[in-house]
């Protein structure tokens, strides 16, 4: 046993290479390898059995003996390489997943800095969200908000509004107070007032997403009338802290829910 034991050590060095590597040569060959190994073993215990039948008695026991470490040294062989063609693979997915993953964060912060109305701004948001876990709903009983977000104890909901144009938050509020359905005053202290101003603006040159500071009158503005409100840019920080990090986007929405009024910043 000590020379199989030997063995698997010898293969181990030979094959630490990157698993890449290795499942680019599994996806060859690695079924037919297989395949071939459990033919030897088959085939050498058959010789066995032959031997133990043929041979003079003085070497029927040698015979046997290395008839069975053969057997054993190829099944360990084989498991071996099945072991690392199933490592091999799940790398692969992993890298694809992550890759994906990447990919799939991208063309969300993507949506949010370029929402260039109400209804693109709408969409980029619930999808961000949803993703990070939250419960957001449509909410057609309440006219004054976009979508409905539903904290953990369903109780407490946060009432959307999205604005694609910082510009338009003073010329909307007027609106906001006819319609408000609770939200602004904060009923019962379920409900909250949630406004989500697109900051973004269109690159000046290559690379990422551009946004721009919020004018000191809107912050004044909301925290005068105790309203909370996020730019894109935060919730894209808060999506990415929770998909790179695994950080509990109720804790945040929490956090927000309990804002005094203004913009809330990470």
Known sequence: MATVHLFEKKLQCCFET????????????????????????????????????????KYKNVVALSSIVTVI??????????KRRQDAEEHRR??????SGTAQAEKRLDALSHSRNNLMLIDAVQAVL???????????????????????????????????????LTKEWE??????GGFIKGDGGELRLLLVVNNGVT?????????????????RFL???HTVAITTQTLGRIYQLCKDTGQDPQRIFNRIYKHPGGFFYL
């Open 18 to 57: 990157n698993p890449d590597d290795f499942g680019r040569y599994s996806s060859r060959g690695q079924g037919e390898l297989e395949r071939t190994l459990q033919l030897f073993q088959l085939l050498i215990v058959v010789f066995g059995f032959y031997a133990a039948l043929r041979y003079p008695a």
């Open 73 to 82: 040294v190829l099944d360990r062989l084989e498991a071996f390489f099945s």
């Open 94 to 99: 992993a890298r694809e997943s992550s890759a």
């Open 130 to 168: 949803r993703e990070i876990g939250l419960k957001i709903v449509p909410c057609p009983e309440y006219s004054m908000v976009d979508r409905l977000l539903r904290l953990e104890d369903q109780v407490r909901q946060v009432g959307l509004k999205m604005l694609a144009d910082a510009g338009a």
């Open 175 to 180: 609106h906001l107070e006819r319609t408000d």
């Open 203 to 219: 690159p000046s040159g290559p690379g990422g997403a551009e946004f721009v500071k919020i004018p000191m009158h809107l912050e």
């Open 223 to 225: 925290a005068d009338r």
